[in-house]
């Protein structure tokens, strides 16, 4: 578990609720390993996210559906260990919390394993008793509406959701459901911004985005917005660097060292 210094006093659910009020800007990223965790946090970011995205970026599966408790631990607890500042927020992986019992049993588990600061749970009004009787037992929880990737299967892809008057109403009526069951914030990801601007307007609580348009705050996938994962191109995504082309140049590099016998030279040795 990571202890933050004093010099750099570390963001807890409470600072990022009063970001909101003064109009500040919420940056939130996802990590799933110490080192990544560890540049984030020195970086200045307001809040790490531990994806059940590591499910695709890390595990190489095609949905988030297979990840589980037990590897979302090692993943948060990883990120943990290399923060000091951020908040950091574990997905509960999908099938950990179909009840309240086992949504609390889980939930507890999690916090207690990997010393994570609040958990984040998709779905509206389907999962209001569960997180309900989370946030009772003193657990900071996070919403998730929109695109919910657990729910990929239902909805049969990736695309826009709440693009229609029914979809648009439910999301709303989930948004204000969840922030009275006691969430500190909402994921909305891929919706219409015109939506995402009436939910943040009606929430005492920050929204963030993801493909959401304008909220309260950002999130992306790190390895996407470092532009590791060269192939995905979605619209809402904006790269800041291209690590897959200077990675494989690198490692192009290091090959040929290797194979000319430039590799380790004489200063390399002992």
Do not use: W
């Not at 578990?1 to 659910?13: D, E, G, L, R, Y």
């Not at 990223?29 to 540049?39: G, H, K, P, Q, V």
């Not at 999301?171 to 204000?176: E, F, N, R, V």
């Amino acid at each position: 578990m990571s202890v933050h210094t004093p010099a750099k006093k570390k963001i807890t659910v409470q600072t990022l609720i009063d970001m909101k009020r003064r109009g500040e800007k919420i940056s939130m990223l996802t990590a799933y390993d110490f080192t990544t965790a560890r540049i984030l946090d020195e970086a200045g970011i307001d809040s790490i996210l531990v994806g059940d995205s590591a499910a695709n970026v890390m595990a190489g599966y095609e949905t988030t559906v297979p990840m589980t408790v037990d590897e979302m631990i090692v993943y948060a607890a990883s990120v943990v260990r290399g923060t000091e500042h951020a908040l950091v927020i574990c997905d509960m992986p999908f099938g950990s919390y179909t009840n309240p019992t086992q949504g609390i049993d889980n939930a507890v588990r999690i916090m207690q394993k990997t010393g994570c600061d609040a958990l984040k749970l998709e779905g509206g009004a389907e999962i209001a008793d569960t997180v309900r009787k989370i946030v009772e037992m003193g657990i900071p929880v996070m919403g998730h509406l929109g695109l919910t990737p657990q729910s990929i299967h239902k909805f049969g892809g990736y695309g826009l959701r709440a693009n229609n008057e029914q979809e648009a109403e439910k999301l709303m009526s989930d948004a204000k459901l969840l922030e009275e069951t006691g969430c500190f914030g909402i994921v909305l990801e891929k919706i219409p911004a015109s939506l995402s601007e009436k939910v943040s307007a009606q929430l005492s609580i920050p929204t963030i985005g993801i493909g959401g348009g304008m909220c309260d705050g950002q999130v992306l996938v790190v390895d996407d917005m470092l532009g590791k994962n060269n192939g995905f191109h979605p619209k809402f995504l904006r790269t800041y660097a291209d690590l897959h082309r200077d990675m494989a140049e690198a490692v192009g590099r290091y090959i040929a060292d290797v194979k000319n016998r430039d590799f380790p030279n004489i200063s390399e040795q002992y």
